[in-house]
Every structure is written in C-alpha cells, then in structure tokens.
C-alpha cells in the first residue's frame, strides 16, 4: 500500500526537480513596449552575470595635449592621423596597442627600426581600421549615437575580434535527395541550432537582398520565396542572440513586418543593418588581398563584421560606455553621403 501512494509522490518529486533545472535562478523580466503589447524581455540573472565580467569597457589613458605640431607636420608616413597633436598621435599608438596587440606591442605593426615604413601588412590594415572607425563614429550616428566606438568594441585587446563570419563552403552537390542541401538542415549556432539556412549573411550583411517574411516583392510582384522567408528568420535569430534580446526587442509580434508599433530600437536596428553593410563592402572585402592566406575563410573570403563583432550579446556594446568621447583622434568630419538619411526609404515607429 505505501509503495503503490509512494510512487507518484516520487514521480513528482522528481518532476518537480527536473523542471526546476530549467531555468535557474527566476528570471527576470522587464516590459518595453507600450501597455497591453505583451513587449517583455526575459533575461536570466545568471546569465547576465557571466555577461557582465566580459564586457567591460577598458578605462581611457589620460588626456593629451591637444595644442602643439600636428603628427603630418612631424612625421613622415601619416595618411590619417595628420590632423591630431603628436601628443594624441602618441596616446592613440599606446591605446591601440593595448586594444589589438597588447603581447606584440608596437612590433605587431611596425618594424621598430622604421617607424613610417609600411612593411607589416597589419600596419596596412591598421590604417584602414582608423578610416572605418572614424566613419562609423562620424557617418553612422544613426546607429551609434555619441557612444561611438573605438577598436577595443570589436577587438576586445585581440588581434582578431572574437565574433566575424565567413561564407561557408560551398554546398555540396552529391546528387540524389541529399544532393543539395541549400545550405541548411544541419543545426547550426548561427541560427540557434535550428535547421533554418545557416548563411544569412551573404545575402543581407553583405548583399542588400530584401530583409521580408511575406508578401509580394516590389521589383516582381511575386511572392517572397521560402527561401526567403528561412534567411530572414535565420538573420533575426543571429540579432536576437548578438543583442541578449528576444523578438519583442524591436517588434510588436502582432505582425512583425509593420514599423506602427515597432520599439525605436527596431529603427536604430535598421540603421544597424546598412552600417554592416556598409562596413563589409567598403572597408573588410577591399581589405581581402591585404591578409595572408591564413586568415581567409576556407571560400578565400575575409573575415566581416555582423551584429555580434560590437554587441557580444548586449543590447548596447560595453553596456553603453561612451567610447568615442575619450579619443579626438576616432572622430573625424562627417561624409554627409555616406548615411541613408532619414527619406522615404528610412522607417519610423510610432506607438500604437
Ligand atoms: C595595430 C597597429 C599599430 C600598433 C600596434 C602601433 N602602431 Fe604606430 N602606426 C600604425 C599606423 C596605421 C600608423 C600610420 C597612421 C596614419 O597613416 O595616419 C602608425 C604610425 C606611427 C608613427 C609615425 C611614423 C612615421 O614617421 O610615419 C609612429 C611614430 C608610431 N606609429 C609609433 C608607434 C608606437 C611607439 C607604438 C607602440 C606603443 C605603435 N606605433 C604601435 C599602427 C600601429
Ligand atoms: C567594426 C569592428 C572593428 C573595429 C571597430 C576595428 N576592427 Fe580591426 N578588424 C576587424 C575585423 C573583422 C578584422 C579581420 C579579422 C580577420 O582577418 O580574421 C580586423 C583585423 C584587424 C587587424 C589585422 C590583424 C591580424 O592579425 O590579421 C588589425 C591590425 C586591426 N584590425 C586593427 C584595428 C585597429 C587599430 C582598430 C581601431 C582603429 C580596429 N582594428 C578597429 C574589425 C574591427
Ligand atoms: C534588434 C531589433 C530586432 C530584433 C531583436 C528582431 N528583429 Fe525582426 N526585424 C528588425 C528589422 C530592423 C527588420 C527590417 C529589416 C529591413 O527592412 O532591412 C526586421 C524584419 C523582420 C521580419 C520581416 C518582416 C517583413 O517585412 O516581411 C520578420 C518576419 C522578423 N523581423 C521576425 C523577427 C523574429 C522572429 C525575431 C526574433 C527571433 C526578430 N525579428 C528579432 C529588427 C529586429
Ligand atoms: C560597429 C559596432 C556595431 C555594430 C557592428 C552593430 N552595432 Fe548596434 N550599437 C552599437 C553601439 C555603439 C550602440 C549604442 C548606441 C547608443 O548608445 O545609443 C548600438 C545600439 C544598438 C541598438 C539600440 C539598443 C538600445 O538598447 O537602445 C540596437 C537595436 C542595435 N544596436 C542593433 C544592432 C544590429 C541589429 C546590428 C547588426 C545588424 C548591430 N547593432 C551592429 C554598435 C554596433
């Protein structure tokens, strides 16, 4: 008798032990968007611990004298940095030296004998990375307002960001059903170990394919593809993970595809997609031939930027440091035609 009511009471006991595992400690939540949406984020405390410790800002070296002879006039191979006093010239060779090649030092870029030389391809690229940073804390305000980057937002004081995509292999055709697999069907991280395609970049991070789930398609009139329709949901899973959001971040799941009821976050968003774009084309892929072998992808690809390379699974990069206000020498005059401005093709949102 006591071992037939014993049993369920252990059943639940152990049910009640293995659900408790789920998730743990309580999650919490926080609602952003307007009453009654149902916009709420559900983060786990635990996890946005473990976040914390990795995504602290590094404190800013002491100012520079900003009067005195500009680095063109002193040195003898300054292409970007002509404007800024030998003195912020100087602090911005320590800082990114402590930002990409904190055990290299200044060798990493520069053969120590001669300065102005340019015989390390890293000093190549490290020029260009002062460009493309000065764009985006310039250009791309639309996306990272005053808080701007610096190197340190993707490198994190390693040579190679931790978070950059190549294209994957070509798929392979062996014929048959399993002949093509349209780059999908193989659980991947990218896309949260869904089946979903796995390379929603190419397509939109890169190329500025249509970003759309349904409905017609503007140049033909036909429907979306499934295709499609499988990119972009695979292109929402990687800025959902990137950002440590859910779905509701930046959409009313009423219907997603409208901006009436979007979060501004959704437009910043926007703005964050052609800035990617914008990044991969004119900076990384002319970048390609620059690189040694070894650090292109197996298509012989260079490695690019998407969401993660700044976010690193937080909603605002080192939680919103200021990063560009420290370092005069990362700012540079804004390229009015570098920006989609906000015309017709920019969205609005508008709480409903
Ligand atoms: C990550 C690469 C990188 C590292 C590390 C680095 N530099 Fe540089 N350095 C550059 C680049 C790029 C330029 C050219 C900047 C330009 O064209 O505006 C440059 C230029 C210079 C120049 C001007 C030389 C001339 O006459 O043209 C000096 C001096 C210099 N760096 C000193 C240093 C010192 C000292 C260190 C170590 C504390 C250092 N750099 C570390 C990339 C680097
Ligand atoms: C938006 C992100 C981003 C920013 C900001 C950025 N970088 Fe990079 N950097 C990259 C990517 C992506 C690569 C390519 C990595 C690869 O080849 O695997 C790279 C590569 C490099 C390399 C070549 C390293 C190697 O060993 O091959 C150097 C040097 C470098 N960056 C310097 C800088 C400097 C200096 C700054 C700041 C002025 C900077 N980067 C800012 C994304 C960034
Ligand atoms: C950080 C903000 C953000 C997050 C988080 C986000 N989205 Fe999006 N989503 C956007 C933006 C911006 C667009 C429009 C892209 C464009 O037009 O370039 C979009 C477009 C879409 C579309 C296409 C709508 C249409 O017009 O057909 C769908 C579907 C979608 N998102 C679903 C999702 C799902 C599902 C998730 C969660 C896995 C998600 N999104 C997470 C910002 C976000
Ligand atoms: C070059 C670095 C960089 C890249 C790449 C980047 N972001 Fe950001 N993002 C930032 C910075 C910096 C901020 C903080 C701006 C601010 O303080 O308002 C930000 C803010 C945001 C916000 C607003 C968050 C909030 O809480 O208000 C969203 C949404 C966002 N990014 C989405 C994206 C998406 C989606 C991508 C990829 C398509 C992306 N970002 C790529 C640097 C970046």
Redesign the pocket.
């Not at 970003?211 to 409905?215: F, L, M, Q, Y």
């Given at each position: 008798m006591m071992k037939v009511a014993r049993a369920p009471l252990l059943l639940m006991l152990a049910a009640a032990a293995l659900l408790a595992g789920c998730e743990r400690p309580r999650p919490d939540t926080v609602q952003n968007g307007w009453h009654g949406t149902g916009m709420v984020q559900v983060s786990n405390p635990r996890i946005n611990e473990a976040k914390a410790d990795a995504n602290q800002a590094p404190e800013p070296l002491a100012a520079a004298a900003q009067e005195g002879p500009k680095a063109g006039a002193i040195y003898q191979n300054v292409k970007v940095l002509g404007d800024v006093s030998v003195g912020e010239f100087t602090r911005t060779m320590l800082s990114l030296t402590a930002w990409v090649a904190p055990e290299q030092g200044c060798a990493y870029c520069h053969n120590t004998q001669n300065l102005a030389e340019d015989s390390k391809y890293t000093k190549v690229v490290a020029r260009r990375m002062l460009q493309m940073t000065r764009a985006i804390n310039a250009d791309w305000k639309t996306h990272v307002a005053a808080t701007g980057v610096t190197c340190y937002t993707c490198h994190r004081g390693q040579n190679i960001p931790a978070n950059v995509w190549f294209a994957p292999p070509p798929r392979p055709d062996r014929g048959g059903v399993s002949g093509d697999n349209a780059l999908q069907n193989k659980p991947a991280h990218i896309v949260g170990l869904s089946s979903l395609p796995y390379d929603p970049f190419s397509p939109y991070l890169l190329g500025d394919e249509d970003?759309?789930?349904?409905?017609l398609m503007a140049t033909t009139g036909k429907l979306q593809s499934t295709q499609h329709t499988e990119k972009?949901?695979g292109l929402?899973?990687h800025?959902?993970n990137s950002?440590g959001?859910?779905?509701t971040?930046?959409?009313n799941t009423r219907n997603?595809?409208t901006w009436d009821g979007s979060s501004p976050?959704?437009v910043t968003?926007?703005y964050g997609?052609r800035m990617v774009r914008a990044l991969n084309n004119e900076y990384l892929v002319p970048l390609t031939s620059t690189f040694p072998p070894e650090r292109l992808g197996s298509t012989g690809d260079v490695a690019k930027v998407y969401c993660n390379t700044c976010h690193n699974g937080i909603n605002k990069p080192l939680y919103g440091a200021p990063m560009a206000k420290d370092y005069p020498a990362l700012a540079a005059p804004a390229d009015p035609a570098a920006t989609p401005v906000a015309s017709a093709d920019a969205p609005a949102t508008q709480q409903p």
């Open positions: 970003i759309r789930a349904a409905g972009t949901y929402m899973i800025m959902s950002l959001v859910n779905c971040f930046c959409h997603f595809a976050q959704r968003a926007w997609i």
